[in-house]
């Protein structure tokens, strides 16, 4: 069993900025990998962003080169540093663990072969 919890998640204006911070305990697989992924306010789920064991994150187009994906080395904690935000990027944002990493890491299947995930953290984005 893997437990990830969320924080970090607020409200903020067109241009602003967040840090979601994710950490995970449990019996994690040290070859696993973990990202984010997102539920809009219309309910659809969608990656955001993964990160492979080689440490290199992969990102949903329209975040690319707003957010950044990193892990604390020798830690379970994981961050996405969300800049120039949109109202877009509102959602709820989950952080989710694939035991084995068969995805990868890569954003676009992290969503779909995730084991575990979190509660969630809402972010808000006005205009």
């Known amino acids: 069993q893997v437990r990830l919890m969320e924080h970090g998640g607020g409200a903020v204006q067109h241009g602003g900025s967040l840090r979601l911070s994710c950490e995970a305990s449990?019996?994690?697989?040290?070859?696993?990998?973990m990202g984010w992924f997102r539920q809009t306010p219309l309910g659809e789920r969608e990656g955001v962003a993964g990160?492979?064991?080689?440490?290199?994150?992969s990102y949903r187009p329209s975040v690319k080169g707003r957010f950044t994906i990193s892990q604390d080395s020798g830690s379970n904690w994981l961050f996405l540093q969300m800049n120039d935000l949109r109202p877009e990027d509102t959602a709820m944002y989950y952080c989710a663990y694939d035991w084995g990493c068969d995805s990868g890491g890569d954003y676009g299947t992290l969503l779909p072969l995730a084991d575990y995930w979190g509660q969630g953290t809402q972010v808000t984005v006005s205009s």
């Open positions: 449990g019996d994690m697989d040290s070859r696993g990998c």
């Open positions: 990160l492979g064991t080689d440490g290199r994150g």
